[in-house]
């Protein structure tokens, strides 16, 4: 079983920045792709950025310039430092891995959810 646990969300103003940390434990053989998804209210939950073993990036065109995320391998913790951060912005934000766990059996997992909120 992998566990993911967030953190870094909060409340900060029009401009400002956030760093978002995610980190996996338990039992992982390898990681694939770590990622951050986004769910405002009433809309659906949509990819943000994710980094994909072997470092190839995707990025919403909305965060494009404006966020970057990163992946310690060592510490199988992905971050999602977020500038110049827009009312827009605001929604829960969780994170996803996928890899192999130690059986060898294909996982995904997503984490509780961090809340950031954007004031304009």
């Known amino acids: 079983q992998v566990q993911l646990v967030e953190s870094g969300g909060g409340l900060v103003q029009a401009g400002g920045s956030l760093r978002l940390s995610c980190a996996a434990s338990?039992?992982?053989?390898?990681?694939?792709?770590m990622g951050w998804y986004r769910q405002a209210p009433g809309n659906e939950r949509e990819l943000v950025a994710r980094?994909?073993?072997?470092?190839?990036?995707n990025y919403a065109d909305s965060v494009k310039g404006r966020f970057t995320i990163s992946r310690d391998n060592v510490k199988n913790t992905v971050y999602l430092q977020m500038n110049s951060l827009k009312p827009e912005d605001t929604a829960d934000y969780y994170c996803?891995?996928?890899?192999?766990?130690?059986?060898?059996?294909?996982?995904?997992?997503w984490g509780q959810g961090t809340q950031v909120t954007v004031s304009s």
């Open positions: 980094i994909i073993s072997g470092g190839r990036l």
């Open positions: 338990g039992s992982i053989f390898s990681i694939n792709v």
């Open positions: 996803r891995v996928t890899g192999r766990d130690l059986l060898g059996r294909d996982f995904a997992s």
